[in-house]
């Protein structure tokens, strides 16, 4: 299983950060994030403001489909106003991190 945690930044604040051609998103617009999941599947979602998703925690059946993800997610959310951070869990420490995720009361989906 192929664990990946994004958090996306919120340039509303500080627009000098986001990309020229772009209008500054305190988040990742929900519906693009959906498209791009593909073969994947959500155990996460935070959202920063109604339809933009602020943090998301994702599966993915294969490290491939993973990196496609990433490549992905950091292009569009780039042209959109936005950056993605990527942190990938490794194997070892998914149930803990999961676990840890519910302990929290993330909201896990």
Do not use: Y
């Not at 993915?60 to 990196?67: I, M, N, Q, R, W």
């Amino acid at each position: 299983m192929n664990l990946i945690v994004v958090s996306f930044e919120d340039f509303t604040k500080d627009p000098a950060g986001a990309r020229a051609d772009s209008v500054p998103s305190p988040g990742f617009p929900d519906s693009w994030i959906d498209a791009l999941v593909g073969t994947g599947s959500v155990f996460s979602r935070d959202e920063a403001a109604p339809g933009a998703v602020k943090t998301i925690g994702l599966r993915f059946p294969s490290g491939e489909h993973a990196e496609q993800f990433c490549l992905s997610v950091r292009k569009v959310a780039n042209l959109l106003g936005t950056r993605a951070h990527i942190h990938k869990v490794p194997a070892n420490q998914v149930d803990l991190t999961l676990s840890e995720a519910s302990r929290h009361r993330a909201s896990v989906i």
